[in-house]
């Protein structure tokens, strides 16, 4: 059986969505999908006064199951959604995960007034005064710490050894 994804590409030529996954019945109407969004920084309009004034951050994505209940009414369900933001320098500080859970029967969770349930953690990054990586807290008990090499040197003396050997061999 042949597999069959679809993308959609923003003004700017970012991805925006892409549908997959998709469940066809005998007559070729769908009949289930997931889709992921992409949302970036850019206002999505032209018009807007802010058009253009973008660092094309992805500020969040979302993937979500479209599918038709034992009714056969259309639902939706968000399996992950990650939303993030970024420091004025533009980098990555933090990342918020979702995800709506699921019934022992396959269905999402809802609370009593239908509305979805969502469980989730947040990710924070830290930087040092270089703007490198230093510190992953995963917001779930976890947390890793980088360190990097204090010699400003040391990277051309790296690539000065490996271009040297690589003279060697030829």
Known sequence: QGRRVDYALDQSGGMSVVVFNQTFDGSGTLTQYCETDYAMDMPASSTSPYYGLSHLQLTALQNVRHYKDSSNHPQVQTLVRNDYTYNPAGIRVSNQIRSQGLNTDGTPVVDASG????????????????????????????????????????????????????????
Not at 128 to 148: E, I, K, P, R, W
């Open 115 to 170: 509305n979805p349930v969502f469980t989730g953690r947040t990710e924070v990054y830290g930087y040092d005064n270089s703007n490198q990586l230093t510190s992953v807290d995963y917001g779930d008990g976890q947390a890793q710490s980088y360190s990097f090499v204090s010699k400003p040197d040391a990277y051309w003396r790296c690539y000065t050894l490996f271009a040297s050997s690589e003279l060697q061999r030829g």
